[in-house]
């Protein structure tokens, strides 16, 4: 594990679904389908702050402006 902070703030599944927006149980379909990556405590789900941000960085949607003549069904 050379190379990882352990010191990196851990979530849980509460806390991401609550920073995303999202319900729990969306969080936890998310680890199951390898979307979001998590490290298994007990029977919980911990996700570094960094997995978090990475997820979401990934999906962002760049907006470049629009020309008021080309909107297309609007």
């Known amino acids: 594990m050379e190379g990882r902070d352990?010191?990196?703030p851990l979530?849980?599944?509460g806390e991401v679904a609550?920073?995303?927006?999202?319900s729990n149980?969306?969080?936890y379909r998310?680890?199951?389908?390898?979307?979001l990556s998590a490290i298994r405590v007990g029977?919980?789900?911990r996700?570094?702050?960094s997995d978090v941000e990475r997820y979401l960085s990934d999906r962002?949607?760049?907006i470049t402006s629009v020309d008021p003549d080309d909107r297309q069904g609007v």
């Open 25 to 27: 149980m969306t969080v």
């Open 6 to 8: 352990f010191g990196e």
């Open 60 to 62: 962002a949607v760049n």
């Open 30 to 35: 998310l680890i199951k389908s390898g979307q």
């Open 18 to 22: 609550t920073v995303m927006r999202v």
């Open 11 to 13: 979530l849980t599944v």
């Open 43 to 45: 029977k919980n789900y």
């Open 47 to 49: 996700i570094r702050r």
